[in-house]
């Protein structure tokens, strides 16, 4: 028996239908699958953030603290940013936030993110330093009350050790780049109003009578002439102390010995390199002005890295005893010594140095500079047979 043209019509149809469902359904298979890898990708991250999350410190290293877990809210108001709360949270405690970081840093602009872990990268592509936690201390973000206060009391018995032997003792700390530099940090480790240790440390030494110099007016000012600390350096640049020292010898009664930044700094240069460069691996170059001054004939004391050493210019005029660090090592010999006789360099060894010296070279003045990053003592440190 021939089938009917409507009996073919209807075994086509059948037979379409069969495959369009088998397709179909093949389809809809394979989004089952995919919808379940999608789900263990996105679940993983939740996870690892539950059962191992990333350590508090490395929301630090950003400058910042860890988002706290939202509340159920108390009141109408609480409900608006409930949803904000939850996402902090969220993105602060997912679990490999580090790695995807890094490796979303590495697949874009590697000098466009967050660096490395001893550097981070502002805007404008300027670094800072993340050692000694620098950027966190700038911020307020870290303030070691117990510490600062330690080293407020030591400076104190030192400026009364000081006194009882004629000499004038004063504390001028050199600011971290990212102090003087805030406005090229990222929004998150900006400091917003919060006080400092640096802010802590000039209070206490009011109270105990220890005369201070707050560099930061002075330094930042500065900006407004020309770069005060180095784009890929974590040191400042000879205009940035040339304004600290400015500033010094303002507060200290000497007036006369201000410099003259038209005078004492010379026209741009090319510098190559830097500290914060090197760590990063980068080659970096960029423009700044260095001292026209003379440089002191020197004595070395120590053989050390940072070595200490006696500068003068054959001049007479007051000794100047510095305690500082790698920001006053070269800049402040070559400044002190255009009035005055003797510059002494000592590295301050965080509060350790020894007192001996004090006796050795009978300073009439003693300037006390290590750098905001290191303006804490060494917990129980006290200068080697030091006896006030």
């Known amino acids: 028996m021939t089938p009917s043209r409507a009996d073919a019509a209807a075994d086509i149809s059948a037979a379409a239908r069969s495959s369009s469902g088998s397709r179909f359904g093949l389809v809809r298979r394979h989004r089952r699958y995919f919808a379940i890898v999608v789900f263990l990708l996105l679940a993983t991250p939740l996870v690892l953030g539950v059962v191992r ?26 409900w608006l940013t409930l949803s904000s709360r939850i996402d902090a949270f969220l993105g602060d405690h997912f679990g490999l936030r580090q790695a995807l970081i890094r490796a979303h840093k590495d697949l874009t602009k590697p000098l466009l993110g967050f660096g490395n872990d001893t550097v981070l990268v502002g ?57 003087i530099y805030a406005d090229d940090l990222p929004n998150w480790a900006q400091n917003g109003g919060r006080r ?96 026209t001054l003379p440089a002191a004939r020197t004595e070395l004391l120590t053989a050390d890295p940072v ?50 010296a004090i006796d050795r070279f009978h300073p009439d003045e003693v300037w006390w500079m290590p750098n905001e990053r290191f303006l804490i003592c060494d917990p129980g440190a006290k200068p080697a047979d030091f006896t006030g």
């Not at 350590?55 to 809210?73: D, F, N, Q, V």
């Not at 304004?243 to 741009?268: C, H, M, T, Y």
């Open 53 to 78: 999350p990333d350590p508090p410190a490395a929301i630090l290293k950003e400058g910042r603290y860890l988002a706290p877990a939202p509340t159920i809210p108390a009141a109408g108001d609480d």
């Open 123 to 179: 805007r404008d592509g300027r670094l800072f330093y993340l050692g000694q936690e620098a950027v966190q201390q700038s911020a307020g973000l870290l303030v070691r009350d117990h510490r600062v206060s330690d080293t407020v009391d030591l400076l104190a018995r030192m400026n009364a050790a000081l006194k009882a032997r004629g000499v004038k003792f004063l504390v001028a700390v050199p600011p971290n780049a990212a102090t």
């Open 196 to 291: 400092t240790e640096y802010d802590l440390l000039l209070d206490g030494l009011a109270a105990h009578g220890v005369r201070a110099v707050d560099l930061r007016p002075a330094v930042e000012a500065a900006r407004s002439g020309g770069p005060v600390f180095y784009m890929h350096d974590s040191h400042w640049t000879a205009r940035g102390a040339l304004a600290a020292f400015n500033a010094i010898v303002e507060a200290d009664g000497r007036p006369d010995w201000r410099l003259d930044p038209k005078s004492s700094l010379g026209q741009p240069e090319a510098r190559e390199g830097g500290d914060l460069a090197r760590m990063l691996g980068e080659d970096a170059t960029e423009t700044v002005e260095d001292l």
């Open 307 to 356: 070595s200490d050493f006696v500068g003068t210019l054959d001049r007479p005029g007051p000794t100047i005893m510095v305690f500082g660090d790698s920001f006053t090592q070269d800049y402040f010999a070559r400044m002190a010594l255009q009035r005055a006789g003797r510059v002494v360099w000592l590295e301050y060894h965080k509060c350790g140095f020894d007192w001996k």
